[in-house]
């Protein structure tokens, strides 16, 4: 069964927003859950984050970045063509409570995986701020959607072109120290994005005692737990990210081995790059481009 794309928008250099119509998944799908897609029948499969499912329009939102072959073939596509397969939902909701204070911490790409949980704790009745992240101003991503939901949001940039000038972890120390002797302490950190920036985040938050949920972003292939692709090692047992998770306890995360893991293909990663490069339009063309905030 294929999948009309119904919108393809660029959200920043290399990172693009799909509204893919998907009924099937959009039925039951919880926040923190992801799908597989296939861009063509044969091609390789990978996991995404259901940022935003419409169940009105029977669609769901996937946020993009072209950084491999597969990416890069995705980003190419435009509203109207079709992608082959998208298979879910897969992967354990999100736990909502009501925490009191929850903050939520997005690096690039990651703050669209942690999107539909600001919304499900706002709803819970959490107070809800939002620390979001990039290299410079064009790569934050989805800053007045979350405004639009959160008691706050403060983004943050590398080179300090935008808002605050450093990394989520230290913009994230600096509000746990604002609210550390008050009537509404953090009671829950969600952070995704790459995982330096998540192991920083689970050290920062350790010495607060603040619990702390990280959505993992390891290789997987099949989604289903039968691959074992995307084990990873938390709290000292094996568990998979595709069925345990994603979201699991930071501060049990091996983020060493995780890490260590994400390094496993890159020479194959990087030579599929190179030989689709020749065959496909450029996801980061000039027009492309012209086109993002």
């Not at 861009?39 to 995404?48: C, H, N, T, Y």
């Amino acid at each position: 069964m294929s999948h009309r794309i119904v919108q393809a928008s660029w959200l920043a250099p290399q990172v693009k927003r799909f509204v893919i119509e998907a009924p099937h998944v959009v039925r039951r799908c919880q926040p923190g859950q992801f799908v597989i897609v296939r861009v063509a029948v044969g091609g390789e499969r990978i996991p995404l984050t259901i940022a935003h499912p419409d169940q009105a329009n029977r669609t769901i939102t996937l946020v993009v970045q072209a950084i491999g072959a597969t990416t890069q073939e995705l980003c190419a596509l435009q509203a109207g063509d079709m992608i082959a397969d998208v298979a879910g939902p897969l992967g354990k909701p999100t736990e909502i409570t009501n925490v009191g204070h929850a903050v939520i911490v997005g690096g690039g790409v990651g703050t669209a995986v942690i999107y539909p949980q600001a919304g499900a704790f706002k709803a819970a009745g959490n107070r809800v701020t939002a620390i979001i992240g990039g290299r410079s101003k064009p790569y934050v991503i989805l800053e007045k959607e979350l405004a639009d939901i959160c008691d706050e949001v403060l983004p943050c940039t590398d080179d300090g072109t935008y808002g605050f000038h450093g990394f989520v972890t230290q913009r994230l120390e600096q509000l746990i120290a604002q609210y550390q002797s008050t009537n509404q302490p953090i009671g829950q950190v969600i952070c995704a994005g790459p995982v330096p920036m998540m192991r920083a985040v689970a050290q920062a938050t350790r010495r607060h005692n603040i619990h702390t949920v990280a959505s993992l972003n390891p290789i997987m292939v099949d989604g289903t737990g039968m691959c074992g692709g995307c084990r990873v090692m938390v709290g000292g047992q094996m568990v998979f990210a595709c069925v345990d998770g994603p979201e699991f306890d930071a501060h049990q995360v091996d983020f060493q081995e995780l890490s260590n893991r994400q390094s496993a293909y890159r020479d194959q990663e990087q030579a599929a790059v190179e030989h689709h490069s020749c065959q496909l339009p450029r996801a980061t063309s000039p027009s492309a481009l012209a086109s993002s905030p």
